[in-house]
């Protein structure tokens, strides 16, 4: 009977009645697909090259880097975080942002903006 209940709870919230999904907290992510952002760094040439690149407020990030030498990208959230690729493709631990925002991708070696992350 219990199920029932739950079975029933869960129908009438997908359905969108009243009540339903107010206790949530906000940026559930774990719902949200994981944004895969492809990076190549070659020389002291970089793409993206500062593109804008829409992503929601807890949707995991995930960089993957073929660069032609190690290094390290630098994400603009707070508190900041450094992700460290080596040469070949990396594929960098997927992250979060927890606040709308505009977060910077860059790379300090070659002091450019790869990407900014448009948080909403
Ligand atoms: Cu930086």
Do not use: W
Request: charged content about 25%; proline content about 5%.
């Amino acid at each position: 009977m219990r199920r029932a209940l739950a079975a029933l709870a869960l129908v009438l919230c997908s359905v969108g009645l009243a009540g339903c999904g107010d206790d949530e907290p906000a940026g559930d992510s774990n719902d949200l697909p994981t944004k895969t952002i492809n990076v190549t760094i070659e020389g002291d040439s970089v793409s993206p090259n500062g593109d804008r690149v829409d992503v929601k407020v807890g949707q995991p990030i995930e960089l993957v880097v073929k660069a032609d030498a190690e290094g390290e990208i630098h994400v603009h959230s707070d508190p900041e975080q450094e992700l460290e690729y080596g040469s070949g493709t990396t594929t960098l631990k997927a992250f979060t942002i927890d606040k709308p925002g505009v977060v910077e991708v860059e790379s300090h070696a070659l002091e450019k903006t790869i990407v900014q992350l448009e948080v909403k």
